[in-house]
């Protein structure tokens, strides 16, 4: 936020009344367990209160909300070895954003740690919740029906709809949005006045009109996805895509590491041209002619980068879409957990927690229309005979591995299995069946060991992944199979 913004922000938190329970005042205080149980507390009640944020602020005396000034300085604070503002934001759970501005005015220091209003669960501080009641800080779980609404707590919240830059005028807008790459992707042509820039951008919902003062607010989505440089944008300038590259199979060597610039949309291209530069290659021969060929298909790259990008939390502080190369894959990775059982991928609707983003990056083209986007993921893996992708679901993160070249006798039992579930799901939403025949021309076997995948469809159906069409079929050698969901 700029200096004019936060002097208005502090003007209007010190006329609130004295007992709001979403705002704490504090003139020197500087300990690091007490500022994270605030955060905590202050993120509650703000939900508690339907507020957007909490705020604790120093350099205004608590009892008269006199401008008194601070001498804490939490920027350059430390917790043991570790930055201040890092060491707590790894003590809250769930990982809820926090921002904090430090500035002086009429030679007064001030500082203001802006905490996001929880949604649907409560946040702890080293596993406690906390709770604002009146002017004092209490544990949550002391007052059962604030925590019971917290947990009910209705939002219609969408962090695209949020104000990334608010008092912007119009030649700081042309200056923050790539507004040529804005028109060029929605394919407009470009207006020869500002105005019809501007007002293009207002209709999109990149930005919108602040009221009676001729500026502008640059919304998140906006910045997320047409700006020149994120870093300019609090909000979002830890949501850039990240590339690292991998010296090895593992993550012990860093052979390189690029963090994006540019917003999601007007970055794309340069993102999956970047990518495909950087990995492993073959050289071919092809009708005379000699051209290098990615060990990967550049199609399922993209589209698990642009399903990384829709589909982050971007409630999770200090994460980003992430691509990790290693010399025998590829891992793409976005904090939150998915909205659908993993298994269910191929099938099921997608479900998105950023509908407003993945709605834009559909009209873009980024993306591919609703349901066909991991088809063609595992289309491309079985056409370039690869193994299967790997799903994987953690605390806070879901992560999809795409493999190099495997032999048959490489791939392990879970590999196989993995294939065989995948290629069942993809056969069944083309309307066609699996069969032992389709699998051998998955994995590339021959007709006479068709025995060997046998065993992998036997293997599959132990692990209740796919069933009979018709068990009333006594015939294995015609026999066809579905994914357990059908």
Known sequence: MRTEELNSLLKDLQALPKECEWVEFKVNNSNPQEIGEYLSALSNSACYHSQKYGYLVFGIEDSTHQLVGTTFHPSVEKKGNQE????????LNPRIDFNIFEWDNNGLHFAIFRVEATRNTPVSFRGEPFIRIGSYKKPLDEHPERERKIWNRETNYSFEREIASSHVSEDEVLQLIDYPGYFEMVKLPLPDNRKGII??????????????????SITNLGALLFARDVDTFDNIARKAFRVIIYDGKNRIKTKKEQTGKRGYAVGFEGLIKYLSDQLPSNEIIDKALRREVTLYPILAVRELVANAIIHQDFSIKGSSPMVEIFDNRIEITNPGKPLIDPLRFVDHSPESRNEVLARFMRRLNICEERGSGIDKVIFECEYNQLPAPNIIVGDNYTRIILYGHKTFREMDKQDKVRACYLHACLKYVSGEYMTNQ?????????????PMASRIISDTMDAKLIKDYDPENKSRKYAKYVPYWV
């Open 84 to 91: 201040l503002e890092n060491w707590l934001a790894t003590q």
């Open 199 to 216: 007002d293009r951008m207002v209709q999109d919902k990149i930005l919108v009109k602040d009221d009676g003062s001729g500026t502008y």
């Open 438 to 450: 389709s699998l051998r021309e998955r994995f590339g076997i021959e007709e006479q060991n068709y």
